[in-house]
């Protein structure tokens, strides 16, 4: 026969049961979400190192392309220039150098005196001003860096202005 005590603690039974199910599948929902979110962040954060990957070495390759212009240079042979950066190591990353102008915007300078070389007369050694923009690429992450800039020539002594 049974007891009351016996009777008392299998009536609440059912009831347990069925709440131990509910957080369980409450427990999996909320793991699932978690890793959703981790999987998210995860994806994330992989296409911004990417992003900013590609964009040094466009960078990169477009300060090899302001290293090339200012080296080989020459107001007598004035072409764009398109190059590797390293054609065996990273052929992917190339540099383009515009046909470099002289300025033509208002108020711009077409000369920049250098300090310390005034001349009797009123003369001064100088250089001439140019402008072009050199762009880098780099084809395995589609990224591309354009730099815009003004940069000076001398020739070496005959160039004095009034």
């Given at each position: 026969?049974?007891?009351?005590?016996?009777?008392?603690?299998?009536?609440?039974?059912?009831?347990?049961?069925?709440?131990?199910?509910?957080?369980?599948?409450?427990?999996?929902?909320?793991?699932?979400?978690?890793?959703?979110?981790?999987?998210?962040?995860?994806?994330?954060?992989?296409q911004?190192?990417?992003?900013?990957?590609g964009?040094k070495?466009?960078?990169?390759?477009?300060?090899?392309?302001?290293?090339?212009?200012?080296?080989?240079?020459?107001?007598?042979?004035?072409?764009?220039?398109?190059?590797?950066v390293?054609?065996?190591?990273?052929?992917?990353?190339t540099?383009?150098?515009s046909?470099?102008?002289?300025?033509?915007?208002?108020?711009?300078?077409?000369?920049?005196?250098?300090?310390?070389?005034?001349?009797?007369g009123?003369?001064?050694?100088?250089?001439?001003?140019?402008?072009?923009?050199?762009?880098?690429?780099?084809?395995?992450?589609?990224?591309?860096?354009?730099?815009?800039?003004?940069?000076?020539?001398?020739?070496?002594?005959?160039?004095?202005?009034?």
């Amino acid at each position: 026969m049974l007891s009351p005590d016996k009777i008392k603690s299998d009536a609440g039974r059912e009831d347990r049961n069925g709440f131990s199910l509910v957080v369980v599948i409450l427990a999996l929902l909320i793991l699932t979400a978690l890793g959703f979110l981790a999987m998210s962040v995860t994806t994330t954060d992989l296409q911004i190192t990417n992003r900013i990957v590609g964009e040094k070495k466009a960078l990169t390759a477009a300060e090899a392309g302001i290293h090339i212009l200012t080296t080989t240079f020459s107001p007598a042979n004035i072409t764009a220039i398109t190059g590797h950066v390293d054609a065996v190591a990273d052929p992917a990353s190339t540099y383009r150098i515009s046909v470099a102008t002289r300025p033509t915007a208002a108020g711009a300078p077409g000369f920049l005196p250098m300090k310390g070389y005034s001349i009797a007369g009123g003369q001064e050694w100088g250089q001439k001003m140019y402008e072009t923009s050199v762009t880098g690429e780099n084809s395995n992450y589609g990224s591309s860096v354009q730099i815009d800039l003004g940069f000076g020539y001398f020739d070496g002594g005959g160039v004095m202005y009034r």
